[in-house]
């Protein structure tokens, strides 16, 4: 049996409704629920879901650190709560997905803004010491995604989930690329999943000021999500693309978020495959929602877009992408970049 969530909710007001998804016996037998919330949207959402939650607990989660999520784990088991529901974006719900694993108790996710595929994911993404960690969480019970909310949030943040979900292209080549070289088992179920999901957005000609546009993306970064869970690894949704975005992350910190850096990650390794088909559909997908596609786009140089590629293999050891496969020196990166920007530029 395939894993999948109780329900899958995107709407306008699902946070009103939320007390309803928690009457469900399934996700707590005696309605002792504790809600996680960040400390920017917390007041708000307090007051939105109190006439149906009553007198639920609410936490407020000071970031997306590992310290802030240890710190809810300790009071969701001392508080003997049966599930926890992590309402917010992305630091948010990763914060609460590990604190709920901690606590060993099941969590709802009920996302405000669409940034990234990790609704649903089976990681959590975490600040620490030594910078930003993935680590293993079961993926949540139920997922809510309340489109009052995700429109008011910033624009960057809902077009960065368009960079995200497309970048499952270059990643699903370089699994089948690994498959090919290296013999690495591969799930064709947890490929036609992400694919799925990155084709369903990378096609579309409206916009993020549309529902019908916002409920496919959100569709898109739950589905991909899920083809993680289904293949054990971020493998489908995370290659070359994500390698470089870490990389960017490690050597340049605050560069741009994630999705961003995911689309011109994954618009750089297809340059590098020499797809200009894919490669064309991709930059077009990322100008048609403003998003950026040259490294300059992100205030970075083509020197440091070059050492974040030279860094980019080291930050996923064992995972094989079209950067592990060229092999190529500095030189030859910066010479590719350079390419890349003329070809791409406007």
């Not at 469900?24 to 996680?36: E, L, M, Q």
């Not at 600040?127 to 993935?134: L, P, R, V």
């Not at 978020?257 to 495959?273: D, S, T, V």
Request: charged residues 20%; glycine residues 10%.
């Amino acid at each position: 049996m395939l894993p999948a969530p109780l329900t899958m909710e995107v709407r306008r007001g699902a946070i009103a409704q939320l007390g309803s998804l928690l009457a469900d016996s399934r996700v707590a037998t005696s309605g002792r629920v504790a809600v996680a919330v960040g400390v920017g949207q917390g007041d708000r959402i307090a007051s939105v879901i109190a006439p149906s939650l009553g007198e639920a607990r609410v936490f407020r989660v000071a970031d997306g650190s590992v310290d802030a999520a240890i710190s809810l784990g300790a009071d969701l088991r001392r508080g003997a709560y049966e599930a926890v529901v992590g309402i917010g974006g992305g630091k948010t719900i990763d914060a609460t997905k590990y604190a709920a694993s901690l606590a060993g108790i099941p969590m709802v996710a009920v996302a405000t803004n669409l940034s990234h595929d990790g609704i649903c994911s089976p990681v959590a993404s975490l600040t620490h010491d030594g910078g930003k960690g993935s680590f293993g969480v079961p993926m949540p019970l139920a997922i809510m995604v309340d489109l009052d909310f995700v429109h008011d949030a910033p624009a960057s943040l809902v077009r960065s989930g368009v960079g995200d979900v497309v970048s499952n292209l270059s990643a699903i080549d370089d699994w089948q690329l690994a498959a090919a070289e290296r013999g690495e088992p591969i799930d064709g179920l947890a490929c036609s999943m992400a694919r799925t999901a990155a084709e369903a957005v990378i096609g579309r000609s409206d916009s993020i000021e549309s529902d019908a546009f916002l409920t496919v993306l959100a569709e898109s970064l739950i589905l991909s999500g899920m083809s993680m869970v289904i293949a054990g690894s971020s493998r489908p949704s995370s290659g070359g693309d994500h390698e470089i975005l870490h990389a960017v992350d490690q050597l340049f910190p605050g560069t741009s978020n994630h999705g961003e850096l995911a689309g011109i990650g994954a618009a750089f390794c297809f340059f590098l495959r020499e797809d200009s088909r894919r490669l064309t559909q991709v930059v077009d997908c990322l100008r048609g929602h403003e998003l950026p596609v040259t490294p300059s786009d992100v205030g970075l140089t083509a020197e440091q877009f070059t050492k974040a590629v030279m860094l980019a293999p080291s930050t996923r050891p064992g995972r094989y992408t079209i950067l592990e496969h060229l092999r190529l020196s500095e030189p030859e990166i910066h010479d590719r970049v350079e390419d890349y920007v003329r070809a791409v530029g406007r």
